[in-house]
């Protein structure tokens, strides 16, 4: 089946400091890649996303590429800031599966000033 | 543009309690998903539907039952709540046919507690 494992957390980091969150996933195809971002009280909503094999998908200072032969779709912001702390979540969806996505357990990040 | 909207925000129902939890999109989507967040568990499908009048079983399907009577609308009921259905709620919509990719759009959830 489908899986995505994502780095345990929580995340703590100084303000402008560098960020990974790393992700891996297991799939049968060949899946869209996602990064959701989550704040305090709120849902879910996309942050990024990459449709095929070495697509680098960015938004708001936050890039992930996808990599097929390392099946991985990491996330790096290169300097965080305290409005970036949320709940991210990892995801991967297939067309072929009635766009069902499985999701990662998420990671915390907490960014201090 | 709402998007998507869920009602209620909070609800505490005790043991062998009923209740209908309402998703509305605005977006024309076809597609439409429950899921669950649990700490630590991410978070899982519960039902889903791929179009009005049409309903399917996720990963968590036990104890939950689902309605798409309309295109706009989603539900989620819970016969007879127990506490291991305590959890925070989320529905999501989304439009096939996006060139490889299947966005969701998710409410703002809704929490339920299980007494």
């Known amino acids: 089946g489908n899986s995505v494992t994502q780095m345990e957390g929580p995340v703590t980091l100084s303000e402008e400091a560098f960020l990974t969150i790393n992700c891996t996933y297991t799939?049968?195809?060949?899946?869209?890649l996602f990064w959701y971002v989550q704040y305090p009280g709120e849902g879910l909503q996309l942050l990024l996303k990459?449709?095929?094999?070495?697509d680098k998908g960015s938004n708001k200072g936050f890039e992930a590429t996808y990599r097929k032969e390392t099946t991985s779709f990491h996330l790096e912001k290169g300097s965080v800031q305290v409005s970036d702390s949320a709940v991210y979540f990892c995801?991967?969806?297939?067309?072929?599966?009635?766009?069902?996505?499985?999701f990662g357990d998420g990671t915390t990040l907490t960014v201090k000033p | 543009n709402a998007g998507v909207t869920q009602t209620p925000k909070f609800r505490v129902l005790k043991t062998g309690q009923s209740m209908t939890l309402l998703c509305a999109q605005d977006?024309?989507?076809?597609?439409m998903y429950w899921y669950r967040q649990d700490p630590g568990m991410g978070l899982r499908l519960i039902h889903y539907?791929?179009?009005?009048?049409?309903?399917a079983k996720g990963e968590v399907p036990d104890g939950y039952n689902v309605s798409r009577l309309k295109k706009q609308n989603f539900l989620l009921g819970l016969e007879s709540a127990a506490p291991s259905q305590t959890s925070v709620y989320f529905c999501?919509?989304?439009?096939?046919?996006?060139?490889?990719?299947?966005?969701?759009?998710f409410g703002a959830g809704s929490r339920l507690t299980v007494l």
């Open positions: 539907s791929v179009g009005e009048g049409t309903t």
């Open positions: 977006m024309n989507h076809e597609y």
């Open positions: 990459a449709t095929k094999a070495d």
């Open positions: 995801a991967l969806s297939l067309n072929t599966n009635a766009g069902k996505s499985t």
């Open positions: 799939a049968t195809g060949y899946p869209s």
């Open positions: 999501a919509s989304s439009y096939p046919g996006q060139p490889g990719a299947n966005v969701l759009t």
